[in-house]
């Protein structure tokens, strides 16, 4: 089959059509970044406005290139075998607009509708990367707006293991990243600056590191940085933006490794696995690469494309829907919320 997926849920507006062998055929994404910028963060009503633009060709494009990458005539609407969408978790008013697309779409052409669950996405976005990866498997989903451990006992069945109490890994790079006058978004930004500095220089707090469960604590690091930048100007020293860089993102690091391992451990999965926008930083990435090789656990990341949002990942986990035949009708809603413990 050939289902076509739409992603609107925050500031990308992108579509991903998917053939039966799980062969991405093309994968949009217009990006609104620009737009949000300079406002240091998404702003929900620009975001609706920008997708309510851009939708009508992204998916033209979307059709497009997969017509090119089959080397056949022009795929119309009426070739595709099912439209898929995200209908939340996200900005409800970012939501609609995939969702209302794709409900005219299907009920135009007459396919069958999909709903997928965003962080499911993120989830499937490492059998992109890997297309034998098998639960039981622990993922740890790290984004804009989440933050958890995952157990996926088999593929729609999950059991979230631990989350944040309050920031999300994501939001706490954006922020830092703001209260240094960085620019939006903050991850791709430190993670240049980390490069070039000490993880060691300053010793920022690792909170709830020895906890002893999987919550995760991240809005006093965010402090601890402003606090400590405010300290160094009062003390008229130059704050080291590169050694601020790396000394945060090893914070985070130690935090997010630790807790997996443990997850690991207590759930005895054999399968690692990352997801979202945070998952394409390169120092998470290279010390669970060295954590999982210690502990003999295989390690499936996202391609770097996958991690942050687009709709090859939704088209992923619409090939299983269809597959199972298990679809949404014309009444479909969006949720703000939607928990992952219980997928559509
Ligand atoms: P959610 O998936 O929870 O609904 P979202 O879709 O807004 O939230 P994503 O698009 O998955 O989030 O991820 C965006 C986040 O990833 C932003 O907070 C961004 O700063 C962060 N990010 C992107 N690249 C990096 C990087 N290299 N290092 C750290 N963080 C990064
Ligand atoms: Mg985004
Ligand atoms: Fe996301």
Redesign the pocket.
Known sequence: PLILAIES????TAASIIDGNGTILSDVVASQIDFHARFGG?VPEIASRKHIEAICGVCDECLDAASRSLGAPQLHWRDLDAIAVTYA??LVGALVVGVAFAKGAAWGADKPLIAVN??EG?LYANRIARSDIKPPMVVS??????TMLVHVRDWGDYETLGSTIDD????A??KV?KALGLG?????I??KLAAQGNPKAIDFPRALMHSGDLRFSLSGLKTAVTTYIQKEQQAGREPNMPDIAASF?AAVVDVQVAKAKTALLETGAKEFCL????A???E?RAAYERMCKKIGVRLTMPPLSA???QAAMIAEVARDRFAQGKFADLSLDVQAHAPLDEPY
Not at 168 to 171: D, F, L, N, Q, T
């Open positions: 849920s925050c500031d990308e998404v978790p996200g965003h962080l993120h989903l790290v984004s804009g707006g989440h999300a890994v994501g939001e790079f954006d990243a939006y978004p903050g991850g791709p430190i993670s993102t997801g979202g926008g945070v394409a930083n390169p998470l991690c942050g949002d």
